[in-house]
């Protein structure tokens, strides 16, 4: 099945400049392992969005078809085909 | 002609770049590089061919990182993969770098990191890649080590600049710890170093160490600003004995040695722990010559009065120039510099972001 990942402007610089990626999974894969699968072609887009422990940070937050992750199963939320992942840096700094 | 001198300036929200090409007189000033990143640490490597900068970044979004450039700023790179990572296996993540240290001349691809929580990664590629220094990691005080005020981290990174098996770190809390197999075990090293805050007053570990500085020139002969306590080693480390007498007061963060004169050591002290200021409000960098058993307050050019604001552990440094330059940088984004060992001062940059580390160095034309 297909994801449609919407990356944020400030990380276009590390995906080659798109702005929208598509990921292929398979069936019922979860937001982990689309992430492990978008982090195999882009590796310094996945540390800017998880840590070594493939922990999200904190400050990204992923929409699954406009409902945070978080508010879900987090990474182990199941996708579908078609879905949109929309990643977003959250409110934070000073 | 004048060689250019590199004052490179980590803040809470990017780096600055200072040179000077004419003695240090003017200064011009480029950033912010790593725009909305904390950086702090950077370093100047001189030791290849051509002058590494390496600048220890962390975004509050994205992550904490290490980039390098090999044309003073005008680019910069970091690979795909993260430069330091925990292993797997120490469930742990890394949070931020707070030093970055070229290794000894004679290995000139060898840098070390320090880290929060707190680690030490070895680099054999002169940066760019860190490996875990498991050695450390697996020390059984680890559990024991608490962090400090501003985070449970490695601050501190002294290879021995002659003997490639002996590094020296420093943490709050947990104190010094050395090696002298290459990192394959480490020894505390805080004979004579006194807490404040735990009834033992002097353990074996569990210091406050704010900060630790080692003359390249002599390198048995270190000084150590602590949590309360200012002291000097003339063995390496294996004992520590106090030289706060002659400073207004003994807590601060900030301490560098002289590049060349192992007698001479740069101080910034601050009140107290629970009245973080400078001393009256004045802006004073306290210098000894007789490596401790005196003090001098160097103040011309810098405020008198008013001055509230603080320097940070590794915002105090000295660059390689003659006269040797030194530079601190305040939390409320000022950097003074003088250009004849403290005697005179200048403000360099203000109203910058706070500043958390500065590192200088002469680029050879």
Known sequence: ?94 | MDDTVLLAIGTRKGLWLATSGDGRKTWDVTGPHHAMTEVYAVAIDTRGPVPRLLAGVTSEHFGPSISTSDDLGLTWQEPDHAPVAFPESTDASLARVWQIAPGPASQPEVVYAGTEPSALFRSTDGGRTYSFVEGLWNHPHRPDWHPGGGGQAVHTVLPHPADDQRVLVAMSTGGVYRTTDGGDSWHPSNTGVRVSFMPDEYPEFGQCVHKVTASLEAPERMYLQNHHGVYRSDNGGDTWESIADGLPTDFGFAMVVHPSKPDVVYSFPIEADARRFPPDGKCRVYRSDDAGKSWTGLHQGLPTTGFWSSVLRDALCVDDAEPTGVYFGSRTGEVFASADEGEHWQRLVEHLPDVLTVRAAVIRA
């Open chain 1, 1 to 94: 099945m297909r994801v449609l990942v919407l990356v944020p402007g400030v990380l276009r610089s590390v995906v080659d400049g798109h702005a929208k990626l598509e990921v292929e999974v398979a069936d019922s894969a979860t937001l982990g392992v689309t992430l492990d699968v978008l982090a195999a072609k882009y590796p310094l887009l996945d540390r800017r969005l998880r840590d070594e422990r493939s922990a999200l940070r904190r400050y990204v937050n992923f929409y699954v078809d406009g409902e945070e992750c978080r508010r879900l199963a987090g990474t182990d939320t199941v996708l579908h085909d078609g879905c949109e992942l929309q990643v977003l840096p959250s409110v934070a700094g000073g």
